[in-house]
């Protein structure tokens, strides 16, 4: 009635003129699971096997003696749920991260605000940058901001250098 899994799986693929990398890539799993699946080396998921044979329009396979016919459209949707919130959880994990270095950032330029020298032009533009650019631009103007912070760090620390060398050569001359 049904061949084994591995066969199934193989015979549709060629039948379908794919390699198992674009059968891989379209029902978006790995190539090499998708490979050991093929030569019965594989534990799959029900979700995986419903990509699988999704992509490779299979309605029915047999696993280990089961017949398993397609899967209901509630349990297709519930498999395509579960990864929506996967992808979901990860991009929440950036917005975080994106987040917490917006408060930092945002520290940063309050440290330069409450400075006794007035802050650059390159700062200003830096925070005026900061405020329009897209999330994905977010980190290379951190960098940037976080640059130009330091920088006004390194200049405010020679500063009372520069004065009393400025201080010590007027001494010097009044003593002539």
């Known amino acids: 009635m049904f061949d084994p899994l591995e066969t199934q799986l193989r015979d549709r ?47 029915a396979v047999m696993v280990k003696g089961l017949a398993i016919h397609s899967a209901s459209p509630d349990l297709v949707a519930l498999v395509r749920a579960q990864e929506a919130i996967a992808r979901t959880r990860a991009l929440l994990a950036q917005f975080t991260e994106a987040t917490e270095e917006l408060d930092d950032i945002a520290g940063s330029i309050g440290d330069l605000i409450e400075a006794p020298f007035v802050a650059d032009e390159r700062v200003s533009a830096a925070g005026r940058e900061l405020t329009r650019v897209a999330a994905k631009d977010r980190d290379r103007v951190s960098r940037d901001l976080r640059d130009v912070a330091q920088s006004d760090r390194v200049d405010r620390q020679k500063r009372p250098a520069r004065r009393e060398e400025t201080a010590k050569r007027s001494s010097s001359q009044k003593v002539r």
């Open 13 to 59: 693929r060629e039948e379908l003129d794919l390699s198992q990398g674009e059968v891989a890539k379209r029902a978006g799993v790995g190539r090499a699971q998708y490979a050991a699946l093929e030569a019965g080396k594989a534990n799959i998921t029900l979700g995986f096997l419903i990509k699988v044979t999704g992509v490779l329009g299979l309605n």
